[in-house]
């Protein structure tokens, strides 16, 4: 006959069921003696899941050879999943045991909703482990999930993406056994309580980095001494993330960043906490909905001085958070940053006049790219005397040089240098800074932060790119194009690269007079690294991107390029990052003609140009080794960031070392220790009034930004994007859902 049980979480436990099934409060009990000697009222018990006990027939109907054939050599037969969570097909699935996780996600769930990537899965319910993108091609069967931390228990899967805090996920998921426990033993009843106190304290912004050993020590603890099953694997959400995503955790604490802005004692907004220059977007989207536009430049130039900039060529990570693509889609942030700035450019007239300088310490930057220019910025706004050097003779780092000019025009570059000059930063061009940075002390410079540009091609490694007529390397290339030099293509142009590098690459050789462009890139569209406007845009401009292609050779005759010789590639398996590594195909080589070829698969920092002195810490990669708090280098009162920490990165994270090498030079100058606190702090709302007809209600789809059609635009190098009227900015700025609004 069928009982009903208590329904608690904890009767899962085979003794707590019995005790359940017996009309008792459902607790464990310990073991010895096991169910199958004294189970139900003291009688030889078997005690499984249904799952298990559904298996009977079939294994009895078919034979234990066949059951046996299903499955790996230690876990025979299938197992059930529930799956659920962002994936596009939830449900019940029944696949083999050792069917790995990709398989599941991508052949069974069909992907991750709205293109997301996949980050983890939490496998075996509310005590199982997370499961990262790593372990995508793993066997999904009981040995290999016990040894990464994880477990097959009740066939729970939830699938997350990178919209998932997995801080937020760990607490979640030990709120719901700790509430479950039964109270019996202490470890479990005090333990989990105690660690969930502290994941809560971690989620509010309130944790200290002693919390996470203090996390790990308690649930290996409460692993070790806790009575059942329930106790015992209570801990495992919050070890298994630990182990995967400690960075995060560390970002809570120390960054006060969650970065999936889900933790609401973090973020005040998700576009203002992704932005990582820390722009408060939905205030100065407010004065844009107003009318408000010079508020609104101010206001963003609180964080970034770059706001023309920005508004053309930032990846705009803000948007990707943007709730309102919960909806319809997201808010056309970037586009209306630019419109403000236009508008600030064209109608106010007023130069900033000089701040004054109340500080006594002078500072030297090198290298007036975005990183350099904003902490010069910030810093003379704090009243220090700083100067600029910079080798090249404009300013505007690989902002004037590596971007073109149908994405960025030089003109908005110098409007924004000459905003940030007219506060009292002084720019000194042609000026490179070779040999030791003792030079610069000994003028009297009480603090030099470094910050140059990756401005050096890499490499490919392969015969016949050196000494070639016909071949330019991308950065190179962009250079000598972005300053007007004589630059010569051929009819049939091919770029190796899949980056914003190479596109770019492409595009102007197309507008340089090239019949045919195309690209060559070694792994697929997925991975490409490429924003997806600009690939759309070189897409229709009539550029031919070819995936899973890897040149092994630049052919020429006679010192002149001719083409080069490729072997088509296959995806593999996947590294530490859950990226699969592309492997060749042999026997697939083949030859492209070409008349010239422009590597452009990455760049590189050269950073013995600034400075020969080997007592500053480097990296493995050659670039500086700095506190990542304060961008502080081994050495005192020398400071890095930007790319020459990072490696090439985007101009927006280029800004915001910049301010923090700012703020962190005027502490130290100051003999201040405490760390550098960028975090959020919640400001006066700035409405936006709308009438009973402009409330939304529903879908309101974003308003597209005009760009010129592809045919005109690859005559010539003019803006390709034409950005947004008066009117159609603030109708699109109304559709801010305000996510900054306080409960």
């Known amino acids: 006959r069928i009982k009903e049980g208590a329904g608690a979480f904890v009767c899962g436990e085979e003794t707590a069921l019995i005790a359940s099934i017996e009309g008792k409060r459902g607790m464990p009990r310990t073991r010895p003696p096991f169910p199958a000697v004294s189970g139900l009222w003291g009688k030889p018990t078997n005690i499984n899941n249904v799952e298990t006990y559904a298996n009977i027939r079939s294994i009895i109907l078919n034979g234990a050879e066949w059951f046996a054939s299903i499955g790996t050599e230690k876990s025979k037969g299938t197992k059930i999943f529930s799956l659920t969570g962002k994936i596009n097909n939830t449900g019940l699935v ?10 599941v996600v991508y052949n069974i769930g069909g992907g991750i909703p709205r293109g997301r990537k996949f980050k983890a899965a939490q496998m075996g319910g509310p005590s199982g482990g997370c499961v990262p993108t790593r372990y ?8 290999s999930l016990t040894q990464i931390g994880s477990m097959m228990g009740s066939g729970g899967m939830i699938i997350m993406d990178e919209s998932t805090c997995m801080v937020d996920v760990a607490r979640f998921f030990l709120s719901f056994t700790q509430a479950e426990s039964c109270g019996k033993c202490t470890p479990c009843r005090i333990g989990t309580k105690r660690m969930l106190e502290i994941l809560t304290r971690i989620t509010q912004g309130e944790g200290c980095i002693e919390d996470i050993e203090l996390l790990e020590e308690m649930g290996k603890t409460i692993k070790d001494s806790a009575l059942c099953g329930l106790g015992q694997t209570a801990p495992n959400p919050v070890l298994s993330t630990i182990r995967y995503f400690r960075k995060e955790y560390e970002e809570h604490i120390e960054e006060k960043k969650c970065r999936a802005c889900v933790c609401e004692g973090l973020v005040i907004s998700p576009c203002q906490h992704t932005c990582p220059a820390g722009i408060d ?5 407010a004065y844009i909905a107003e009318g408000e536009y010079e508020k609104a430049v101010d206001l963003i130039r609180e964080r970034n001085p770059f706001v023309a900039v920005c508004g053309r060529i930032c990846h705009h990570p803000c948007e990707t958070m943007c709730r309102r693509g919960e909806i319809d889609d997201p808010l056309a942030i970037r586009s209306l940053k630019r419109f403000a700035a236009d508008w600030y450019f064209k109608h106010v007239q007023k130069v900033p006049s000089p701040i004054p300088k109340t500080q006594k310490e002078k500072v030297a930057v090198i290298g007036a790219g975005p990183a350099g220019l904003t902490c010069a910025y910030f810093l003379a706004r704090m009243g220090y005397p700083v100067t600029v050097f910079e080798a090249l003779p404009i300013g505007g780092g690989m902002l004037a040089v590596g971007v073109p000019q149908f994405r960025l025009p030089r003109e908005v570059i110098e409007k924004e240098i000459q905003y940030i000059q007219a506060t009292g930063v002084e720019i000194k061009y042609n000026t490179p800074i070779f040999g030791n940075l003792d030079n610069l002390k000994s003028e009297g410079y009480q603090a030099i932060f470094i910050a140059v540009g990756a401005h050096k091609s890499q490499k490919m490694g392969i015969a016949g790119e050196e000494g070639v007529e016909g071949v330019y390397f991308g950065i190179d290339f962009l250079r000598d194009v972005k300053l007007q030099k004589p630059v010569k293509v051929g009819g049939k142009v091919v770029v190796i690269g899949g980056g914003n590098t190479a596109m770019d ?3 102007s050789a197309l507008r340089l007079g090239a019949k045919e462009v195309e690209v060559y890139y070694r792994r697929s569209r997925e991975e490409m690294p490429v924003s997806s406007e600009e690939y759309e845009e070189a897409v229709e401009e009539g550029i031919k991107v070819n995936f899973l292609v890897n040149p092994t050779e630049i052919m020429s005759y006679n010192g002149q390029v001719t083409g080069m010789r490729c072997i088509r590639m296959k995806l593999g398996e996947p590294d530490a990052s859950g990226r699969r590594k592309p492997e060749p195909i042999p ?8 008349d010239t070829v422009i590597p452009a698969i990455g760049q590189m920092v050269d950073v013995e140009l600034i400075s020969s002195d080997k007592s500053i810490a480097r990296t493995k990669w050659g670039t500086f080794q700095v506190d990542n708090n304060t961008l502080a280098t081994n050495i005192p009162g020398i400071f890095a ?11 927006i994270n280029a800004i915001a070392a910049g301010r923090r090498a700012a703020i962190a030079i005027h502490k130290f100058l100051r003999g201040d220790s405490s760390r550098v606190d960028l975090s959020e702090k919640r400001k006066d709302i700035i409405p936006i009034k709308r009438s009973a007809e402009e409330e939304i209600e529903g879908e309101k789809r974003r308003i597209p930004v005009s760009i010129l059609p592809p045919g005109e635009r690859i005559k010539d190098f003019s803006e390709v994007e034409l950005g947004y009227s008066e009117e159609t900015a603030r109708e699109e700025a109304k559709r801010c859902l305000r996510c900054d609004l306080s409960k």
């Open 641 to 651: 960031g930007g790319d020459c920490v990072s490696g090439p990165a985007m101009a």
């Open 136 to 143: 995508l091609d793993l066997p999904i069967d009981y040995e």
């Open 505 to 507: 690459a492409a595009r």
């Open 281 to 285: 977007v939905p205030n100065y989207i």
């Open 587 to 594: 026997g697939s080589e083949f030859i492209v003609k070409a």
């Open 94 to 103: 029944e696949v083999p045991i050792g069917t790995t996780l990709r398989e």
